[in-house]
């Protein structure tokens, strides 16, 4: 089956694929019809079963790039006899592209070592790559067409070779890069920075970025040659700089002894024909979806890292091009000092000393020291110490998963609070409490206060937020819901006001207006035959008024009836939208069907993802980093009330139409409900979402990208009401990398259940890496040899069958040196001749094995792979070991609770069921909760401050705004305070006197207090500005439209104390708003005043005073002029209304300066 590119590429893919895969199979069972499958892109690739993995030792393109010509001409032949010969001929000539110089985006699928990692100097480095065919694509060595027509070739050299160096061999130094003994002396590249005023300079990997038409022969010869490309091409390459004697061993010839042959003439690039093949593999995986077939081609070192038995040296990788050299002779470059190759790719790792830890180690390190997610034992331990109740309460929390975080209130104080993340060590009860809140709109609400030890949960309302923002940044899913719910608010308010108008029969449905036409036909009958005529007694007397037949129909939304209607039909009208267009309408959308509304679509990808902890950011998965330290594994429960919390925060944006309840978000969470509860049909099992998973941190990770993970289902473990097909479903719903070195995957079941006995990590085949051998060092390889077949065996005989030493010294090994270190390990390659022939004697003459398991006489670059590749290691971990408790429930099926928390609720203690598991984890206890109360909202800040918090959703009136735009300013000019012109009420808005405004000018760290002098560090002020009579049963008090309020403070030097300033120009980060978010503050500085105006936040350029009561914002970092004594400062206040004047009696408030080291107590009034 070939599977569209929107499921690879989804998060979820492992679940909409495995999905996918058993819908085609039922369907192909049930229809007796085999499921079409692509055809491969070679053919004769053999069929394998998933683990199964096959190396071939080359790809051969269907044509290699390069210049071809193709000449075509006619023969005839007519009855048996040729004509004249038509001796014209057409020719074309064309070209076949390929990439040369630079690698196209996405071909490198992995590296290993990967880039900084560290490593065993018998590591080899490798690229894999997911075109097959990559490197056999261009031509090193050309062939002749005897040796292409022959159906036995087996070998081709690559155009690629990895090669690994020092970074002594490939430096260079100032003087050689622009000094007097420069080697790029008359280059192109020097010209061309001359004329920038840069340097030469090689990067981190030593190389140099310079056009590949560079360099005349001379100190430097390029292995390029002649150069495909006009001289003038402006193709660039990234170069790296071989010393000669280096380069000359190679490209040389050695035999079986580990000598050179004498007098050589040509270039000898045979050795690379080894170091190249091409991988299938039958690996199933979350990542494995990067080639739909499982094929890579890949192209490896034979030489070796530096070596150092002391200390950790780095070792520099590049993938450079060998094109071009076959034609070249050894003799080209007898007088160059450098050879200069072309890097296609490059990176560097660090080589870690002989006896460093191996995959195995780190893998059987996992294994042994896996655990739940939380603090470490030691901390958990310490918090228990303390014997007394709050003691032991810190330690439940901490067991529970909790942290301690920084918490500011409402009212701006900075204290503790307690929260935690999706992934918790315990498993919560299914039911928080029967009387929490079903819906919040703020968040605040989901709030739990732990009395003992005085802390704020706040968990949950996090969450709420969290889900909140992530809806807002999501534009295609805010539209989407507004789009449902302007749909369904308008379908529902249809059906609303004609039950209102039956209620009154002043409406009739298509059905009984037809039905009532015969009727109306007989009535205009009889009217137009005068049968109808009125009588006397029914004309009105003189003077009487004629009353109306019918009251008028109330059909707005404050009709509570028509409310009433609509939430009955939202559920109908939402189940319609969400449901599938398939021919019987009656099936809900599942992501396999084709659905009905694509705004439907949008939002339940964005709550799958978000039951997936796709989009979570990863401070609120992992609460604490120091709960996954290094090569850990740990495991944990998702808590499916915090992932409620967010879906309840994101699905409550967009309501414009109910003020207290949401029934829109109630339906939605009815239909999911409804949703995760069915079997689907199609795949026979419910719809999967995760309930647990693991965090693996290691280097492993980063060093196999494509770690296999599997947890296999066992026969037998699921119950009829999870579908029959339950056991097909998928393994794993989720397996990513979420930082270079930690995994992130996600199950349905258990650890450890009935339903999940077993959890493997495999390394990947086509991820396996190549080493020279057990042990390297300077005098010595040892090297074991693995059993090898030319023919399948039925078994997993594939063991060790020999183990030889080989030494630096070729006297103990007079047969052959499969090694060569030169005289000071400055070689340190394979000698793959000989390499290549002890192998295929060695598994020729093992006598444990007749020959017929390996009968081939040929050496191929598969035989060599299959030889230097690692073993495929794997880390099982199983429950045999542990008793495992027979009532968990193994699958959890998610709903939405509607966020129901039970205070006194106690948590289940989660523990995966592992065999090197040894946790010890006792039941949390009883939480005693309260939700918080309401904050006071009018006590600023006890503290020093820059900015202050403010109340995250206020209450606000429907015709106002609150779109982060500027104003619109239709407000009157702001004039001088003695020119004040009274606006009538009908200017101002509304009737009634303007409200009375008192304003309060105080340092925050001093509430109500005087404003000290001679500060040491810049003040921050509060500007408390309020109606202090306003009566909140009266919401419609102060109709007043209010435009602006505009404050004006003296500004500049010291004066004397009759024309005081308070300071003398200001350069902080300006004034914010403390509560009241329905108006921004600015600042501006005049000629002797600085002035801060309040805007509303309306595209109507005012908003209603109504019950607001509270408009104060802080000024903070305010530089403080000095004043040898106390004195007031006088400021200006003027609030200004719409179509009318200011304020007519505008309080004047003064600002009371005192020295720092006076004692002056604040005044409760503050103002004249």
């Known amino acids: 089956m070939v599977l569209s590119q929107d499921i690879l590429s989804s998060p979820r893919h492992l679940t909409l694929r495995r999905a996918r895969e058993v819908k085609a199979a039922n369907l192909a069972a049930s229809t007796e019809a085999a499921v079409a499958t692509g055809d491969n892109e070679v053919p004769n690739l053999k069929t394998l079963k998933p683990g199964e993995a096959m190396l071939y030792s080359f790809f051969t393109p269907s044509l290699a790039s390069g210049r071809y010509e193709v000449n075509s001409w006619q023969e005839i032949v007519a009855n048996g006899v040729k004509q004249d010969p038509d001796t014209t001929k057409t020719k074309k000539v064309f070209n076949v592209e390929s990439p040369q110089y630079t690698l196209p985006e996405n071909l490198v699928h992995s590296i290993y070592p990967p880039e900084g990692a560290e490593a065993s100097p018998t590591i080899l480095p490798h690229v894999l790559f997911t075109d097959p065919f990559f490197p056999w694509e261009r031509t090193a060595v050309p062939q002749t067409p005897e040796e292409l027509k022959k159906d036995n070739l087996r070998k081709r050299v690559p155009w690629l070779a990895v090669l690994v160096f020092s970074a002594s061999e490939l430096r260079l130094d100032e003087d050689q890069l622009m000094g007097t003994s420069s080697i790029f002396t008359n280059s192109d590249l020097a010209k061309e920075l001359g004329t920038t005023g840069n340097v030469i300079k090689m990067d981190v990997n030593c190389a140099i970025d310079m056009p590949v038409s560079d360099f005349a022969p001379g100190k430097v010869a390029k292995s390029w040659s002649p150069v495909p490309l006009s001289a003038k091409s402006d193709d660039r390459t990234k170069a790296i700089f071989v010393p000669r004697p280096l380069f000359t061993q190679l490209i040389a010839t050695y035999n079986e002894r580990g000598e050179e042959i004498v007098d050589q003439k040509s270039i000898d ?57 076959h034609d070249k002779s050894r003799a080209d470059f007898a007088s160059s000092d450098y050879i200069m190759l072309s890097s296609l790719y490059s990176w560097s790792y660090n080589v870690l000393p002989a006896g460093a830890p191996s995959v195995s180690d780190s893998l059987r390190n996992l294994g042994d020291h896996c655990a739940v997610l939380g603090p470490p034992k030691e901390v958990i331990q310490k918090a228990g110490q303390d014997t007394s109740k709050s003691g032991q309460r810190i330690a439940a929390r901490l067991r529970d998963g909790y942290t301690i975080v920084k918490y500011r209130t409402q009212t701006g104080e900075e204290t503790a609070a307690i929260a935690r993340g999706a992934c918790i060590p315990c498993v919560p009860p299914k039911k928080l409490s029967e009387n929490w809140t079903s819906l919040s709109f703020s968040g605040s609400d989901l709030q739990i206060l732990d009395k003992d030890l005085g802390l704020m949960d706040l968990t949950y309302s996090m969450a709420w937020n969290l889900g909140r923002t992530l809806a ?55 009217a137009e ?14 003077g009487a008024t004629e009353k109306p037949l019918t009251q008028p129909v109330d059909l707005s939304l404050a009709n509570p009836s028509i409310v009433s209607t609509m939430k009955d039909v939202v559920d109908e009208h939402i189940r319609h939208l969400a449901g599938s267009d398939d021919e019987t309408g009656a099936r809900l959308y599942n992501e396999l069907n084709l659905p009905r509304s694509s705004d439907w679509v949008t939002v339940m990808t964005f709550i799958m993802h978000r039951m997936f902890l796709i989009g979570i950011p990863a401070q609120n998965l992992l609460v604490e980093p120091s709960w996954l330290p290094a090569e850990s594994l740990r495991f944990f429960y998702i808590d499916p009330h915090w992932v409620e919390a967010v879906i309840d925060g994101a699905l409550g944006v967009a309501n414009h139409i109910e003020r207290n309840d949401d029934s829109l978000r109630r339906s939605i969470k009815g239909i999911f409900n409804k949703y995760f509860s069915t079997v689907d049909p199609d795949v026979g099992y419910r719809p999967q979402v995760p309930t647990y998973g693991l965090l693996l941190r290691s280097k492993i990770v980063k060093d196999f990208p494509d770690l296999l993970i599997t947890a296999p289902i066992p026969s037998g473990s699921s119950s009829k009401d999870d579908g029959p097909h339950a056991e097909e479903r998928a393994e794993i719903l989720r397996q990513e990398r979420i930082a270079d070195d930690v995994i992130l995957c996600l199950f349905d079941r258990q650890p450890g259940s009935k339903s999940m006995h077993t959890l493997t990590f495999t390394q990947p085949a086509h991820q396996q890496y190549f080493a020279l051998g057990d042990t390297l060092s300077a005098t010595q390889l040892t090297i074991s040899f693995t059993r090898t077949f030319s023919k399948p065996r039925g078994d997993s005989k594939y063991e060790t069958i020999a183990k030889q030493t080989f030494y630096a010294d070729a006297n103990t090994h007079p047969s052959r040196q499969i090694f060569i270190w030169g005289q000071n390990s400055e070689l340190r390659f394979l000698n793959l001749t000989a390499f290549g022939n002890e192998v295929k004697d060695i598994i020729q003459h093992d006598g444990t094995e007749p020959k017929t398991y390996f009968d081939d006489d040929e050496v191929t670059s598969s035989l060599i792979g299959y030889q230097l590749g690692s073993h495929v290691y794997q880390l099982g971990l199983t429950s045999d070991r542990l008793s495992l408790n027979p009532n968990a429930e193994t699958i959890r099926h998610p709903s939405f609770s509607l966020m129901e928390v039970d205070p006194t609720a106690e948590g289940t203690e989660f523990f995966p069921n592992v065999s090197t598991l040894h946790a010890d984890l006792s039941s949390t206890e009883s939480l005693s909760t309260k939700v918080i109360a309401d904050l006071p909202q009018d006590v600023p800040p006890h503290f020093p401050s820059l900015l202050s918090t403010f109340q995250l959703f206020p209450e606000r009136e429907e015709t106002e705004s609150l779109l982060p735009i500027a104003p619109v300013r239709r407000v009157a000019a702001m004039r001088s305070m003695a020119m004040l012109a009274l606006a009538s009420p009908e200017d101002a808005g509304g009737a009634g006197k303007p409200p009375p405004f008192t304003v309060r000018v105080y340092p925050q760290m001093s509430p109500f207090g005087a404003i000290p002098t001679k500060s040491p560090y810049p003040l921050d002020l509060i500007f408390a500005i309020r109606i202090p009579d306003m009566d909140s049963k009266k919401p419609y008090m102060y109709p007043h439209q ?29 004034p914010s708003m403390l509560q009241n978010l329905r108006f921004n503050v600015i600042a501006s500085q005049g000629t002797a005043t600085l002035d801060l105006t309040l805007l509303p936040r309306s595209t109507k350029g005012y908003v209603t005073v109504g019950h607001m009561r509270e408009y104060s914002f802080i000024l903070p970092m305010v530089t403080v002029n000095d004043y040898n004594d106390d004195l007031y400062i006088s400021i200006n206040f003027v609030a200004s209304y719409v179509l009318g004047g200011d304020q007519p009696k505008s309080p004047r408030p003064k600002l009371h300066l005192v020295p720092q080291d006076k004692t002056v107590p604040g005044s409760p009034e503050g103002e004249e």
Do not use: C
């Open 269 to 325: 690039l045979s050795r690379y024909t080894y170091l190249a093949h091409v991988r299938q593999s039958a690996a199933k995986g979350a990542n494995f979806s990067s080639t739909e077939d499982g094929l890579f081609s890949v192209v490896h070192s034979h030489r070796a890292a530096p070596l150092d038995d002391q200390q950790i040296s780095r070792a520099i990788v590049h993938l450079v091009s060998l094109e071009g050299l």
């Open 529 to 542: 035959a005068g049968s109808l005529a009125p009588s006397s007694h029914d004309q009105p007397t003189s």
């Open 1042 to 1070: 209010l435009g602006q309020i505009t404050i004006s403070i003296p500004m500049g030097p010291a004066k004397d104390r009759q024309n005081p300033a308070l300071l003398s120009s200001y350069h902080g980060p300006g």
């Open 472 to 526: 807002l940044a999501d534009r295609s899913f805010t539209i989407a819901l507004s789009r449902l719910r302007s749909v369904i608010a308008a379908m529902a308010l249809r059906r609303g006001k004609e039950k209102e108008m039956e209620k009154h029969d002043a409406w009739k449905s298509t059905k009984d207006t037809i039905s009532s036409l015969a009727k109306s036909l007989q009535v205009l009958a009889d």
